[in-house]
T-cell receptor, first 111, second 115 residues
Framework: GQNIDQPTEMTATEGAIVQINCTYQTSGFNGLFWYQQHAGEAPTFLSYNVLDGLEEKGRFSSFLSRSKGYSYLLLKELQMKDSASYLCAVINYNQGGKLIFGQGTELSVKP | DTEVTQTPKHLVMGMTNKKSLKCEQHMGHRAMYWYKQKAKKPPELMFVYSYEKLSINESVPSRFSPECPNSSLLNLHLHALQPEDSALYLC??????????????FGPGTRLTVL
């Protein structure tokens, strides 16, 4: 079976750092994506991890541990515009390259 | 340029209507996707086209009919929909299907309301 877990909601303060965790159990694994989705808009690609370690892109970083089935998205210097849903998705070539999404984490950034 | 465009942005239709959603990308991607997304839920995969051929149909009801006229265009034909089909319909594309680094880029979606 496949299972991807992430918290439903998180709240953080403008200027702070927040870490959104994602754990997964899948029959095959070929990489993990993070997407950002503002209400009523399309998901926007943030990061892709296939090897263990940290990938940094400006204020956003994503970490992967394949042995632990664990990833996190780290957002630094939070801005109000970072309020959005953050989707963790695993790609599994045992299923022909389908993206398997978590339920999403709704992040609210408060002043 | 990682742009996927979709038209219309909003669509309201009755249960007896026939309408079509359109999606276009000019990134040279060979895989295109249709997703359905309900409020506060993740996108659900409906169809995958690879090299203009249907590769995956996720047991979608026949009232949804996809079409890929060429490598840049993807349509979703709608007929005799139900109110529960109201959702955001997202199109996405990626370099390839079952290849490496297949980041999917999403269009802005069509907000569909079925009355």
């Amino acid at each position: 079976g496949q299972n991807i877990d992430q918290p439903t909601e998180m709240t953080a303060t403008e200027g702070a750092i927040v870490q959104i965790n994602c754990t997964y159990q899948t029959s095959g694994f070929n990489g993990l994506f993070w997407y950002q989705q503002h209400a009523g808009e399309a998901p926007t690609f943030l990061s892709y991890n296939v090897l263990d370690g940290l990938e940094e892109k400006g204020r956003f970083s994503s970490f992967l541990s394949r042995s632990k089935g664990y990833s996190y998205l780290l957002l630094k210097e939070l801005q109000m515009k970072d309020s959005a849903s953050y989707l963790c998705a695993v790609i599994n070539y045992n299923q022909g390259g389908k993206l398997i999404f978590g339920q999403g984490t709704e992040l609210s950034v408060k002043p | 340029d990682t742009e996927v465009t979709q038209t219309p942005k909003h669509l309201v239709m009755g249960m007896t209507n026939k309408k079509s959603l359109k999606c276009e990308q000019h990134m040279g991607h060979r895989a295109m996707y249709w997703y359905k997304q309900k409020a506060k839920k993740p996108p659900e995969l409906m169809f995958v086209y690879s090299y203009e051929k249907l590769s995956i149909n996720e047991s979608v009801p026949s009232r949804f009919s996809p079409e890929c006229p060429n490598s840049s265009l993807l349509n979703l034909h709608l007929h005799a929909l139900q109110p529960e089909d109201s959702a955001l319909y997202l199109c996405a594309s990626s370099q390839d299907w079952e290849g490496e680094a297949d980041t999917q880029y999403f269009g802005p979606g069509t907000r569909l309301t079925v009355l």
